[in-house]
């Protein structure tokens, strides 16, 4: 089975700072990686993914996320944040054993961003 | 175009009333699921449906069942409500490694 850790359950930052939303995942074979973002009320939506290739992955919004298979990390980053940016972040792992692309989701990070 | 379209979007059951959930994509994807979402949990896979014509469990299926009509649509029930089925519910769908498309969400709450 593969897991996925948000250590962060909330991180505060000022508009124009940088921010990193860490994740890390578990398992015992290839993986596919996702980082998605969920305003209020809203469902969510692909800030972008991870399924081969070169380490770095560049989204929507300005974010980026590197993918390091020694650290099973898959953190997502942003060099300045707006204010527009407030929202939960979630990264996702994926799970293609039995058909289907099964996610299996961490618990979420929210992203304050304030004047 | 429409992507994924959930009904209804809000909802109060009683106890041990039933209801289903509706879920429809337009864009010709294979794979739907169901997810619920609780504070601090996550998103959970109930059910999900790789391609037309088969299902199977996810991580809580208990209480729930699913249908998958036809490849558009994709539907939840619930056959007696427990308040621990509050929850917001979302439905989504894929096609191959591209990532998921959600709906918006049903609220469920149970009473």
């Known amino acids: 089975a593969q897991s996925v850790t948000q250590l962060d359950s909330q991180v505060p930052v000022f508009e124009e700072a940088p921010v990193e939303l860490r994740c890390n995942y578990s398992?015992?074979?290839?993986?596919?990686l996702f980082w998605y973002v969920q305003y209020p009320n809203q469902g969510l939506q692909l800030l972008l993914k991870?399924?081969?290739?070169?380490?770095l992955v560049k989204g929507i919004n300005g974010f980026e996320a590197e993918f390091n298979k020694s650290q099973t990390s898959f953190h997502l980053r942003k060099p300045s944040v707006h204010i527009s940016d407030t929202a939960e972040y979630f990264c996702?792992?994926?799970?293609?054993?039995?058909?289907?692309?099964?996610?299996?989701f961490g618990t979420g990070t929210q992203l304050k961003v304030e004047l | 175009n429409a992507g994924v379209t959930q009904t209804p979007k809000f909802q109060v059951l009683k106890t041990g009333q039933s209801m289903t959930l509706q879920c429809a994509q337009d864009?010709?994807?294979?794979?739907m699921y169901w997810y619920r979402q609780d504070p601090g949990m996550g998103l959970r896979l109930i059910y999900y449906?790789?391609?037309?014509?088969?299902?199977d469990k996810g991580e809580v299926p208990n209480g729930y069942n699913v249908s998958r009509l036809n490849k558009r649509e994709f539907s939840l029930r619930l056959e007696s409500a427990a308040p621990s089925q509050t929850s917001v519910y979302f439905c989504?769908?894929?096609?191959?490694?591209?990532?998921?498309?959600f709906g918006s969400g049903t609220r469920l709450t149970v009473v």
């Open positions: 989504a769908s894929s096609l191959g490694d591209s990532g998921y498309t």
């Open positions: 398992s015992s074979v290839s993986v596919y």
């Open positions: 991870y399924l081969s290739g070169s380490t």
């Open positions: 996702a792992v994926s799970d293609r054993t039995g058909g289907g692309n099964k996610l299996t």
């Open positions: 864009m010709n994807h294979n794979s």
């Open positions: 449906s790789a391609s037309e014509g088969t299902t």
